[in-house]
């Protein structure tokens, strides 16, 4: 499979919110507990407005998944710090489009001057702690019990990467 990566527009509103609302109702790697609107992307675009933000398209041109930096703190003092957060839509998990989308903000991220990026993910999202891990980011923080979803408590476990 061939994926192409495109900066995030507001043409990708409707696939972006489909493909989080999909682990929004089905998982623990979003905190949300309800569908969001279609309009909740342009609250995601000024978030990441001076950050980069991507989709992934499938050889057939179908949006597969999205990612994109955002602020990790409004405070000047951390600047040179990021959060990362990706989707990809289910069925094209597991295909090397993590790492492509991955490698892709990091370049960028280098490019703006960033040094670090973190990842804020649920205790119970396994796959995406193994994800990180394996491609370079450590543990630096987990806020116990904090989390709760379809009845279950979770811990809101930090991760880190030095670019």
Not at 133 to 146: D, H, I, L, M, Q
Request: charged share 25%.
């Amino acid at each position: 499979m061939v994926f192409t990566l495109e900066k995030m527009t507001a043409e990708h509103q409707t696939p972006v919110i489909d493909i989080f609302n999909h682990y929004i109702e089905h998982s623990f790697a979003a905190y949300l507990e309800n569908k969001v609107p279609y309009e909740l992307f342009h609250m995601l675009m000024n978030v990441a407005e001076k950050f980069p933000a991507v989709v992934a398209r499938d050889d057939s041109g179908q949006v597969v998944a999205f990612a994109l930096l955002r602020p990790y703190h409004s405070m000047p003092a951390f600047r040179h710090t990021a959060e990362i957060t990706y989707f990809i839509a289910p069925e094209r998990t597991g295909q090397g489009l993590g790492r492509l989308l991955l490698d892709r903000l990091e370049t960028e991220a280098r490019n703006a001057g960033l040094e670090r990026l973190l990842a804020d993910i649920s205790s119970l999202n396994e796959g995406s702690i193994n994800f990180h891990r394996k491609n370079g980011f450590r543990e630096c923080g987990r806020f116990e019990k904090v989390g709760r979803k379809f009845g279950r408590d979770f811990d809101q476990v930090w991760m880190q990467k030095e670019l």
